[in-house]
């Protein structure tokens, strides 16, 4: 596709139930990243993946959070029984690989978790 | 660890002023520089980066930043800005030689250009 696609755009849930978040990097793209941007953390980084396989999962803020990548191309970022506190936006970027290569961000999920 | 500090949390300035955005950085690597910018109701776009070389980079709408590894700094400078600039600036660094670029970012500036 053109650049990264995210869905939903917006998710409204309740607290404790879980939500999965989708992201489509562009195409041909092997790195994939997840941040996270809150008013009281500003942007962070959770984790990324090259390829399949995710190297650096330090931003992971709690073991309710994980994501999968499969096939090389979509990502799934997974938030199980929500808190309030998760409420943010939840943005991907990709990038062709290299640590040099601009990485091109999607427009993000908007969750609030009421 | 890294941590990037991002001085000023709003800029109000008025249209064809110059403007300095600041920002410094603390690592114990050394790392590459960015400067991204979010648009109302759009998401983040690079403005520049800084990865080696001229430590003065430019971006294609006139912005510039110049990399001072002395003082950690990595400013972004506009001798003149139109209202179309109003957006929030984020500062951004990543470590050299992880193979991979973890962005760590500052809290933003928004900058807010009147007529």
């Known amino acids: 596709g053109a650049g990264v696609s995210q869905s939903p755009s917006n998710k409204v849930t309740e607290k404790g139930k879980d939500v999965e978040l989708r992201c489509d990097p562009i195409?041909?793209?092997?790195?994939l990243y997840w941040y996270r941007q809150s008013l009281g953390q500003g942007l962070e980084f959770l984790i990324y993946f090259q390829g399949n396989s995710a190297p650096d999962k330090s931003g992971l803020p709690s073991d309710r959070f994980s994501a999968e990548r499969t096939g090389g191309s979509v990502s799934t970022l997974t938030i199980q029984r929500t808190q309030q506190e998760d409420s943010a936006v939840y943005l991907c970027?990709?990038?062709?690989?290299?640590?040099?290569?601009?990485?091109?961000f999607g427009p993000g999920t908007r969750l609030l978790v009421l | 660890a890294q941590s990037v500090t991002q001085l000023d949390s709003q800029v109000p300035v008025f249209e064809e002023a110059p403007v300095e955005l600041r920002c410094n950085y603390s690592s114990s690597v050394s790392v590459y520089l960015f400067w991204y910018v979010q648009y109302p109701n759009q998401g983040l776009q690079l403005l520049l980066k800084y990865l080696s070389g001229s430590t003065l980079v430019e971006s294609i709408n006139g912005f510039e930043a110049e990399f001072n590894k002395s003082q950690t700094s990595f400013h972004l400078r506009k001798p003149s800005v139109h209202i179309s600039d109003t957006a929030e600036y984020f500062c951004a660094v990543s470590p050299i030689g992880g193979g991979y670029n973890k962005l760590i970012f500052g809290a933003g500036t928004r900058l807010a250009v009147h007529p």
């Open positions: 195409s041909g793209h092997t790195a």
């Open positions: 970027a990709s990038s062709s690989g290299s640590p040099q290569e601009t990485q091109y």
